[in-house]
């Protein structure tokens, strides 16, 4: 089976042969596997270990200290996420590069060249441009300028649509569990909610089309449009979506020239190229202070213009999209998820007392409240026929009318 593993480094894959395998045994496939060395990990099903900042902070996380424990009986099965601490530093294997020829055949100048990793930048980007629903957008923007004041980053994960000739709209965006610092944005993806998400999304007809965040007050002062662990990030994430026409737009705080302060939205693609090397294990994935942010370090030289280089300007890697805006289909104006302030069920009644003169599936009509009945429906079924009723505004049926009514005024 295989088990992925998050840690600092990102998310990785773990397999294991023995299905009754045991933590000592799931430990050593990841010494060997991902050269950490067993008496370094540190291992839990819980998130949290992530945030740990110290080695105190460590004794807290205790649900895979026995060696002996079979890890079936702590519900890991194939496709679950473990989350790995550890001091000290390691060496991630990087590409399996073959010499360019074979002993005594000689190489042409062509030859050499068609072995050569070249660089260049991408005109024009597969997705024609991305429009944002006004209210997703205002409900995004809004909590990074009044409540975190772009003093963290924050992120999302955008859904909508795409047209055949290439058009994005973006319909509603999905904050994930995640940290969020000056410099460092660390998603702690949840397994079972983004299957929430994905079954409310199938519903509205609708599919995860790219990726969202903001930069801080502090990064305005620099010299790039994106850093190097922005762009690792941002095409770790486009590769994982497998979608030609992926968006990844960023929300940044410009000052304008009255001395005020403007939210300004920009959109890219990671260029063909930029996933290309990213697969092919090109990029350096452990940030060094020394190297500038606006470079991208690659394992091997790469040629860049007439030059062999291993430091790559980030923007040969972005490719600009044009943004546009549109009223979509739903409203924002439900608790957002995973924010400083829990959603609870209270706000549910508060929501629909608010909208008590709007047809019931008008009231219902917003993703953030279907993700908080997600949890108390099945997901394979009544998360994406709910769903449906609101995408084509349709009569919701009684049984799902009564249950939402009951656990709104049970509250």
């Not at 460590?58 to 890890?71: G, K």
């Not at 397994?191 to 305005?220: C, H, N, W, Y």
């Not at 410009?254 to 990213?278: I, P, T, Y």
Request: aromatic residues 8%; hydrophobic residues 40%; negative net charge.
């Amino acid at each position: 089976m295989m088990i992925r593993i998050r840690s600092r480094d990102g998310l990785e894959r773990v397999s294991i042969d023995n299905p009754i395998a045991t933590v000592a045994q799931l430990k050593s496939e990841i010494e060997s596997q991902l050269q950490v060395p067993t008496h370094a990990q540190i291992l839990s099903t819980n998130q949290n270990l992530l945030l740990a900042k110290n080695p105190n902070d460590f004794t807290r996380f205790t649900d895979l200290s026995d060696p002996n424990t079979r890890i079936s009986s702590l519900g890991i099965v194939h496709g679950s996420i473990i989350y790995l601490a550890y001091e000290g530093e390691r060496t991630i294997a990087g590409p399996v590069f073959h010499p360019a020829g074979s002993f005594g055949k000689k190489m042409t100048m062509d030859d050499l060249i068609a072995k050569q990793m070249r660089v260049t930048r991408q005109e024009n980007p597969h997705c024609e441009l991305v429009s944002f629903d006004r209210d997703a957008a205002n409900a995004f923007q809004h909590y990074v300028n009044e409540s975190l004041a772009f003093a963290v980053k924050r992120g999302g994960f955008m859904y909508g649509t795409v047209s055949e000739v290439g058009k994005v709209e973006v319909d509603f965006i999905y904050e994930p569990p995640q940290q969020g610092t000056e410099e460092n944005l660390i998603l702690l993806r949840d397994p079972d909610e983004e299957k929430s998400v994905e079954a409310i999304a199938l519903g509205l007809g609708m599919r995860r089309v790219g990726f969202i965040f903001t930069q801080t007050i502090s990064q305005d002062q620099k010299d790039y449009t994106m850093s190097n662990s922005e762009v690792l990030q941002a095409v770790e994430l486009q590769a994982e979506g497998d979608l030609k026409e992926w968006v990844t737009a960023v929300v940044k705080l410009n000052v304008n020239e009255d001395g005020g302060a403007d939210v300004h939205f920009e959109a890219f693609q990671m260029s063909d190229m930029c996933v290309r090397l990213f697969k092919e294990g090109w990029f350096e994935t452990e940030m060094k202070e020394e190297v500038d942010p606006k470079l991208s370090r690659m394992k091997k030289d790469v040629v860049v213009g007439v030059k062999d280089t291993r430091d790559v300007d980030n923007d040969f890697f972005l490719v600009v999209v044009k943004i546009f805006d549109h009223q979509g289909p739903l409203s924002s104006t439900f608790p957002i998820e995973n924010r400083n302030s829990p959603v609870v069920m209270r706000a549910l009644k508060n929501h629909l007392d608010r909208a008590k003169n709007l047809p019931f599936v008008k009231r219902i009509s917003d993703f953030h409240l279907l993700l908080l009945l997600a949890r108390f429906l099945d997901v394979n079924a009544d998360v994406p026929a709910l769903a449906g009723c609101v995408k084509a505004q349709a009569t919701i049926p009684e049984g799902y009318q009564l249950l939402i009514e009951s656990l709104a005024s049970a509250m």
